[in-house]
């Protein structure tokens, strides 16, 4: 596929490539754009590029637009797609751009041409007719984007102020062929029955009420999910050497000054006014953590030190980005901190991603991971951040890891690897992070005593395995579709008597399950057997015991696997003999 770059040059590059695909569906955003000023030429342009899954286009519409206007703007998109229109090149100065869309009555390129020295040379690509004023990369001719689709309509404040005017965001989608367009289709339908939201409400795990926008109520099914995960978290981090702490959620400015959150991440927290003094809820855990740490002097005999913590934090997330579990505004997060020599980074590094290795594994999810580097508004010397970039690349390479690297997206203290898991329709989610931290105990002015009787900075690692628990419960309900493993399961198991007579043994059934450890409830309501079965089925309850006369003469129970259906009847011991096989 040939690639026209800004420069003018023309570089091949595949679609599986991130310069090829970014380039192929910011092309079909042209093309979109395109069809829309040819359908309703007074409708506005205003910014239309590639994103993860595909592309957007944001529209300035004189008329009430809906997804009922798709079918004739993707039909005069497969027209420009066949005219096969060659995607020119070329720069003009900022008076000839500006007077090419006053021209065209573009009101948003206008205000961004306006916030343009007047010196810069202005790039514009070409396609026909219709002119954007972009900085590319595009594919070549229209006639290489194969397969598109139109997927959704949204509200979008023009440069995200809720200040500006809603735009129309029109999402779409495109592939070099039918057959990947219609593969993506299908995990999109099968990502809509998989809903956390939904799936969340129907199994009884949480709710999200207007009184608390973003801010998740766990029910009980839910929480028994949540504190499985915690305890599970909490075996691993025991054997791992962590300690665990937990520190408040409201402490004073002064603190947030220190760490530097009042600076760079002051509009995400919440305040509040205590004694005439500002204080804050922690948006995250790391300068309670650092207060920890100075309670005492440290000796390097200590190290490497790791200390963990779930500690529940609040961000001030915009309401039109809030999503589910996904993204919310309180979350518990399962931070740690290891404070070490300069000599232990390596190990400790390695240590954390083979622990995030472990987790992932045993919950079913591939990664791949990708090393974020300096932002533009970092803290710091060069001399630290080049140090700490490098102790991550080494220690990736010593791990033998494949990793890309993200540029600018680092923590404003240090450079960060973030774990990207794959689940199983092949959506990838953010979770686990190692964040490696000069700045910090700089800061706090940490300090511990060295082999050499001397006074020495500690290096500090920041990481999370989960993320947070909210989101990944929510990550969880989404990949197995609600159907937990066995030892994840909210209830394991579900007795069903097929009429009264029976509630009695199918109370001691349940009574013998619980002392073993098991999640057990009886369905007791006067229904008839399927009704109750077609339940449990609907619950995605892994197993079901049917409860009847001949069962209470057998001491024994009918048993159906949530997969596999019936299994026949069995006394309770080789019932439990099958569990345990399963992992209980």
């Known amino acids: 596929m040939k690639i026209k770059m800004k420069d003018g040059s023309i570089q091949e590059a595949g679609f599986e490539e991130e310069l090829g695909k970014n380039a192929f569906r910011h092309t079909t955003a042209h093309i979109l754009a395109q069809a829309v000023k040819r359908l309703y030429p007074t409708t506005k342009c205003a ?209 947030w000054e220190t760490s530097g959150h009042w600076e760079h991440y002051r509009d995400n927290m919440y305040t509040t006014l205590i004694d005439g003094t500002d204080f804050a809820i922690k948006p995250m855990s790391c300068p309670g953590g650092m207060l920890v740490y100075k309670m005492e002097p440290r000796s390097y005999r200590e190290f490497p030190m790791r200390i963990a913590e779930l500690g529940l934090i609040h961000r001030n997330e915009k309401s039109g980005t809030l999503h589910g579990l996904m993204r919310v505004r309180c979350c518990t997060q399962d931070d740690a901190h290891i404070f070490m020599t300069p000599e232990q980074i390596q190990d400790e590094i390695k240590g954390v991603a083979h622990l995030i290795d472990e987790v992932y594994s045993d919950f079913g999810f591939k990664y791949h991971v990708e090393l974020s580097t300096r932002p533009e508004n970092s803290i710091g010397s060069d001399e630290d951040w080049e140090m700490a970039t490098d102790a991550l690349k080494n220690a990736l390479d010593d791990l033998q890891l494949p990793y890309v690297v993200n540029e600018g997206d680092g923590a404003f203290y240090g450079p960060k690897i973030d774990f990207h898991l794959e689940d199983s329709i092949g959506r990838t ?75 009695e043994y199918a109370k001691g059934i349940e009574m013998t399950l619980k002392k073993e450890g098991l999640r057990c409830e009886v369905d007791e309501r006067a229904e008839k057997i399927g009704y109750k079965i077609r339940t449990a089925q609907l619950e995605k309850i892994p197993y079901m015991l049917i409860i009847g006369e001949k069962e209470v003469k057998a001491d024994s129970v009918s048993v159906r696997r949530r997969d596999d259906g019936d299994l026949g009847s069995m006394p309770i011991q080789r019932l439990l003999e099958v569990l345990h096989e399963e992992g209980i």
């Open 47 to 255: 910014i239309g590029p590639s994103i993860a899954e595909g592309f957007y286009y944001d529209f300035d519409f004189d008329f009430h637009f809906s997804e009922e206007n798709f079918a004739e703007i993707e039909a005069e998109m497969k027209k420009i797609v066949k005219e096969n229109l060659q995607l020119r090149h070329f720069t003009a100065d900022r008076k000839k751009a500006m007077q090419a869309m006053e021209e065209r009555n573009e009101t948003y390129k206008i205000e961004m041409l306006n916030e343009l020295p007047e010196e810069e040379e202005i790039s514009f690509y070409q396609q026909g007719e219709y002119l954007e004023m972009c900085a590319g990369p595009h594919v070549a001719y229209t006639s290489a984007i194969k397969a598109f689709k139109l997927l959704s309509v949204a509200g979008a404040y023009w440069r995200g102020d809720e200040k500006n005017k809603m735009l129309t965001r029109i999402y779409g989608t495109s592939f070099p062929s039918e057959a990947m367009l219609e593969e993506y289709l299908y995990r999109l339908e099968e990502a809509k029955k998989r809903d956390h939201r939904k799936l969340g409400k129907e199994l009884g795990l949480f709710a999200l009420f207007e009184e608390g926008p973003g801010f998740p109520f766990f029910l009980p099914r839910g929480l028994i999910l949540k504190n499985l995960l915690i305890d599970y978290w909490r075996k691993l981090h025991t054997r791992e050497g962590y300690v665990e702490i937990s520190t408040p959620i409201m402490l004073n400015r002064q603190l």
């Open 429 to 503: 989610w953010q979770c686990g992070t190692i964040q490696l931290d000069f700045q910090l105990p700089q800061r706090f002015e940490a300090e511990y005593i060295g082999e050499d009787g001397n006074k020495h900075r500690p290096i500090m690692i920041h990481r999370v395995v989960f993320g947070s628990i909210e989101r990944f419960i929510g990550i969880l309900i989404e990949h197995f579709a609600g159907k937990f493993p066995l030892w994840l399961s909210p209830v394991q198991i579900k007795v069903l008597p097929i009429s009264e007579k029976y509630i």
